[in-house]
T-cell receptor, first 111, second 114 residues
Framework: DAKTTQPNSMESNEEEPVHLPCNHSTISGTDYIHWYRQLPSQGPEYVIHGLTSNVNNRMASLAIAEDRKSSTLILHRATLRDAAVYYCILRDPYNNNDMRFGAGTRLTVKP | SQTIHQWPATLVQPVGSPLSLECTVEGTSNPNLYWYRQAAGRGLQLLFYSVGIGQISSEVPQNLSASRPQDRQFILSSKKLLLSDSGFYLC?????????????FGEGSRLTVL
């Protein structure tokens, strides 16, 4: 069972910011929050991860709620190439098998 | 740099035939290895993971099996395929425990069982 909840789908316009939410109310103190995305017919690709503080990289930003029960992946300017399924997962660094992906959010980007 | 490869990329097999998918990782040692399956339009299902040679853990009971004959080689097999085995199979690796970094996925193998 995935320990995260995400909307099934979202739409965005090209060049606009996108905020993809994820709820993880049962997160433990040691769980890291990871985001991946999957383009059609490809394997998932790592996007970003964090523990408590907000994180930024060249692909996206990750905003983590103060109580860590939710997080938001932020794409600052959506492009058509960002259309993908985005997965939010929790990773226990001391548990090898704790890599379960839910259904994710299918992001559609409109030109 | 580390790379992961899996093959074949696509295959069509009749029901009851055997299966062998292979995955290899280069540029790292003692990786954790994973096999996932994705049915059409669905999320990823963790099938097997391995923390070392000969060490396999199964997440879901099924007619598939996995083996790790070498440190950086992970094989997914079946003696007799079922229609329900069709899907997109993904191999992935990560660093050993304790780990906080990402999973790296292969290109995937699309299996159609007829």
């Amino acid at each position: 069972d995935a320990k995260t909840t995400q909307p099934n789908s979202m739409e965005s316009n090209e060049e606009e910011p996108v905020h993809l939410p994820c709820n993880h109310s049962t997160i433990s103190g040691t769980d890291y929050i990871h985001w991946y995305r999957q383009l059609p017919s490809q394997g998932p690709e790592y996007v970003i991860h964090g523990l408590t503080s907000n994180v930024n990289n060249r692909m996206a930003s990750l905003a983590i709620a103060e109580d860590r029960k939710s997080s938001t992946l932020i794409l600052h300017r959506a492009t058509l190439r960002d259309a993908a399924v985005y997965y939010c997962i929790l990773r226990d660094p001391y548990n090898n098998n704790d890599m379960r992906f839910g259904a994710g959010t299918r992001l559609t980007v409109k030109p | 740099s580390q790379t992961i490869h899996q093959w074949p990329a696509t295959l069509v097999q009749p029901v009851g035939s055997p299966l062998s998918l292979e995955c290899t990782v280069e540029g790292t040692s003692n990786p954790n290895l994973y096999w996932y399956r994705q049915a059409a339009g669905r999320g990823l299902q963790l099938l097997f993971y391995s923390v070392g040679i000969g060490q396999i853990s199964s997440e879901v009971p099924q007619n598939l099996s996995a083996s790790r004959p070498q440190d950086r080689q992970f094989i997914l097999s079946s003696k007799k395929l079922l229609l329900s085995d069709s899907g997109f199979y993904l191999c992935a690796w990560s660093g050993g425990l304790p780990h906080t970094g990402e999973l790296f996925f292969g290109e995937g193998s699309r299996l159609t069982v007829l």
